[in-house]
């Protein structure tokens, strides 16, 4: 069974940081570009960052360039979001997602695997 798995949300300061994993177990991440969203309640799921499957290119929304960082170990099969400079705004379920080819538009329909989410609160 394929999945993906993210970790190391929790409840942060203003101005703290926070580093995501996105794990995969049964799929091979080396195949798959990968992309962060979020969702904050009543909110619609938005694109944050990307990154290509060998790790060469990576893209961020205006909102969190500067302050988010998109890497990938593929030896250990495994994404990261380091956050800092964390704001309220930042405040979601942060999920990860693989797609067979890279884009930037962060369109959901072209993910073929998600993540069950992590909830970051930042808040003081």
């Known amino acids: 069974q394929s999945q993906l798995v993210e970790s190391g949300g929790g409840l942060v300061q203003p101005g703290g940081s926070l580093r995501l994993s996105c794990a995969a177990t049964?799929?091979?991440?080396?195949?798959?570009?990968i992309g962060w969203f979020r969702q904050a309640p009543g909110k619609e799921r938005e694109g944050v960052a990307c990154i290509s499957s060998s790790g060469g290119t990576t893209h961020y929304v205006d909102s969190v360039k500067g302050r988010f960082t998109i890497s990938r170990d593929n030896a250990k099969n495994t994404v990261y979001l380091q956050i800092n400079s964390l704001k309220p705004e930042d405040t979601a379920v942060y999920y990860c997602?693989?797609?067979?080819?890279?884009?930037?538009?962060?369109?959901?329909?072209?993910?073929?695997?998600w993540g069950q989410g992590t909830q970051v609160t930042v808040s003081s």
């Open positions: 049964g799929l091979a991440l080396d195949y798959y570009a």
């Open positions: 997602a693989a797609a067979e080819v890279y884009y930037s538009d962060y369109e959901v329909h072209r993910y073929d695997y």
